[in-house]
């Protein structure tokens, strides 16, 4: 059995003891993001309205919001890989829901509903697994291991989870893409299971410790209103991620409409290339904030990137048709900025090293909340500002980002503390360990 110190050791920056884990997080994601990029055109195209369809992914994503919250103090108390389990359970019970009694039977109530609750499984899949790779990752190489974490995120939801459908969908259509995705979340499963080996140390849970467990989960609110530094953290947390979930709900509909001309395999293929970027970019990303600061990374190359990048992923068809080299300029550059921003977890984790369950806690509740602002925004406002309009809005939000990391004060752990694990978190020595 792999013990704590053997587990501390890191390859590239990644620990050696979760590398199945990670490959697990790709596996995991390229079944829940299988719908994403074609979902809102397939759901319009069965009739229902633009402002449905985007209504269906804010409500998911407020659901994804309230999980994220608390998957961090979960994992903590019952363990990262039974809570990863229990999320993979709900999702292919509720998928399978979606799709039988909603998607198929054209309810829209029932594709809100079960849709919905399927928002609240994903995040304790990949939230647990944070936790994980905080409990056995030193503090100075944080972001590098998070930026490992983003990568197989990214092959998950953007490459495999892309590039699967535009082959698909012509084969075997949309309903049986969306069951294929049960493959891959499965597949997820049985890595967690058989796979990862790190057990940690033996756990003595008391009703004293899940009492203080729970409250560790009401400060991951709390903490925002006590310490600004974090309040802001959030908040940019909450704008970083605004277009990946965002620009599948629009891009879609205009990016495939007869203005721009566009084919839903040519979609496919470009928002495959913005993530296809990120596989490499998360890691480079991670190892350059280690060196060069992760706020001035997170300002200049995440948030005012963001901003420009976003503009032309817009303006460029509007400009030039479906113009597919040119729409790539856009999704490149996208994909490199939106993936500076992967020093964020250690930087909350850094703020509060004394609360850190609460810090992690503050961290998956403002990624659940970008999950829902993405398509709340366009929700909001498509009917009234239409596409372009959404699209300005996402872009003064990121720099607004960039204003408020101005604000942000963290002591960066100095590259060469490797020796140095990260704290864990304050219930106790050993809480959260997997089991």
């Not at 402002?51 to 019952?78: P, R």
């Not at 940019?236 to 990016?255: A, E, Q, S």
């Not at 479906?322 to 790539?328: D, G, S």
């Not at 498509?382 to 809005?393: A, D, F, K, R």
């Amino acid at each position: 059995m792999v013990t704590r110190e053997s587990s501390r050791g890191l390859l590239l920056g990644m620990p050696v003891c979760l590398i199945w884990g990670y490959v697990a997080i790709a596996l995991f994601m390229t079944g829940d993001g299988i719908e994403l990029a074609f979902l809102s055109r397939y759901i319009v195209d069965l009739g229902f309205t633009p402002t449905q369809a985007s209504l269906l992914f804010t409500v998911y994503g407020l659901l994804a919001a309230l999980s994220s919250w608390s998957s961090g103090v979960l994992a903590e108390t019952f363990g990262p890989r039974r809570i990863m389990l229990v999320g993979v359970v709900a999702w292919l019970v509720f998928h399978a829901l979606f799709l039988t009694f909603g998607l198929s039977a054209q309810n829209y109530p029932l594709m809100v509903l079960f849709y919905g609750i399927r928002g609240l499984a994903y995040p304790l899949f990949i939230y647990a697994f944070l936790v994980w790779i905080a409990q056995v990752t030193p503090g100075a190489r944080l972001a590098s291991a998070m930026g490992w974490y983003w990568t197989m995120y990214s092959i998950g939801i953007g490459f495999l989870g892309t590039y699967l459908p535009s082959l698909s969908i012509s084969r075997i259509g949309f309903i049986g893409t969306l069951w294929m995705a049960t493959f891959w979340v499965a597949l997820a499963a049985v890595l967690i299971v058989f796979m990862v080996k790190d057990r940690g140390a033996p756990r003595e849970d008391t009703p004293a410790l899940l009492v203080e467990r729970l409250r560790e989960l009401s400060r991951g609110v709390t903490i925002l209103f006590d310490q600004r530094s974090i309040l802001i953290t959030a908040i940019v947390r909450i704008i970083c991620n605004l277009t990946l979930f965002g620009f599948p709900v629009i891009m879609p509909l205009y990016l495939t409409s007869a203005e721009i001309g566009f084919t839903m395999e040519q979609w496919l293929h470009l928002w495959g290339v913005m993530f296809i970027v990120t596989i490499f970019t998360n890691v480079i990303w991670g190892w350059v904030g280690d060196r060069i600061g992760w706020l001035r990374q997170m300002r200049w190359f995440g948030c005012v990137g963001c901003a420009l990048a976003t503009l032309a992923f817009y303006y460029l068809p509007l400009m030039y048709g479906a113009h597919f080299e040119l729409a790539i300029v856009a999704a490149v550059a996208l994909g490199i900025c939106v993936s500076a921003f992967v020093p964020m977890g250690a930087v909350f984790l850094a703020i509060s090293p004394e609360r850190q369950g609460a810090a992690i806690s503050a961290h998956n509740l403002a990624a659940g909340l970008s999950n829902f602002m993405g398509p709340a925004i366009a929700t909001l406002t498509i009917s009234w500002l239409g596409v372009q309009g959404v699209v300005w809005v996402y872009a003064s939000l990121y720099l607004l980002g960039a204003v408020l990391t101005c604000f942000i004060r963290v002591e960066q752990p100095k590259l060469g503390a490797e020796a140095e694990p990260v704290p864990h978190f304050p219930t106790r020595p050993d809480a959260g360990q997997a089991i």
